[in-house]
């Protein structure tokens, strides 16, 4: 089972929904949490429809940077308790298989705001006691090295992420992919940080350990998408080409050939 999360950074510009298209096609993700949609709640809901997802939840705005979405298929059991602008909470499962939480999340930009987040993932992790995955864009970095470019973070500023992280239980479920999952140019040159990344606490981590985390490379966005695999990455064998005689027989070969 796979799950995308992505800062889509507005869906207005067609080329983004067809890379959308792409990657729902390629991952085909049970589920799927889209930030900065820059979207109202109609487009989205058409937008579910036309990837071919049974259910969605649409978050409330924030303001220009639209609503959060949720979408996700039958194959999911999906009961969403509670959303914001800069959230959404549910509970994956039922009372007979098993439940865990998944909590998608999108953090606040500005520094003197970033505490409003931290303050929602506590108020969250007081709710409930259930195995938790919690994934999205929380604008913030954990450590120094996930930040290439002008200056260093603040240590206080990432030192209130990590201690948010310990007070709710969370592990970092690591990446597989560049390093790097949002860029930006600002003034005096271009930015790469780690903004993007699911967190999961050890009940969660237990139903499903050999859970791998990959960053798609997406350009429509300046950030990438996550894509969670549940069962972790199966390696596909690497296959040498072989040229087949019988395509010389076809008229376009040497044609295609000279225009490559």
Same mark, same amino acid.
């Given at each position: ?28 993700? *049970? *589920?799927?949490?889209? %930030? ?39 194959? %999911? ?5 509670? &959303? ?26 500005? %520094? ?43 240590? &206080? ?40 990344? *699911? ?62």
């Amino acid at each position: 089972m796979n799950w995308v999360c992505w800062n889509v950074r507005g869906l207005g510009n067609r080329r983004t929904v067809r890379e959308l298209e792409v990657v729902t096609r390629a991952q085909d993700p *049970a *589920a799927m949490f889209l %930030a900065e949609t820059w979207s109202a709640e109609a487009r989205l809901r058409k937008l579910c429809s036309d990837l071919k997802f049974d259910h969605c939840w649409i978050s409330p705005s924030a303001g220009k940077s639209g609503c959060l979405a949720l979408f996700w298929k039958n194959s %999911a059991c999906i009961d969403v308790v509670s &959303s914001s602008p800069n959230h959404i909470d549910a509970i994956v499962g039922d009372a007979d298989n098993g439940q865990w939480r998944f909590s998608g999340v999108y953090g606040f930009a500005d %520094a003197e705001r970033k505490h409003e987040t931290w303050s929602l993932l506590r108020d969250l992790h007081r709710r409930s006691s259930l195995p938790w995955l919690c994934a999205g864009d929380f604008n913030e970095i954990l450590w120094s090295h996930e930040k290439l470019g002008l200056s260093p973070r603040q240590e &206080s500023l990432m030192s209130a992420f990590r201690d948010v992280l310990d007070e709710c239980g969370f592990m970092d479920l690591g990446f597989v992919g560049d390093k790097f999952t949002w860029k930006g140019k600002r003034a005096g040159g271009l930015v790469l940080e780690r903004l993007d990344r *699911a967190i999961a606490t050890n009940g969660w981590f237990a139903l499903y350990p050999g859970t791998k985390v990959r960053h798609l490379n997406t350009h429509s966005s300046d950030h990438k998408a996550i894509v969670i695999k549940f069962d972790g990455i199966v390696p596909c064998p690497n296959r040498p080409f072989k040229f087949e005689q019988m395509w010389l027989k076809d008229n376009g070969c040497s044609k295609t050939v000279v225009s490559a």
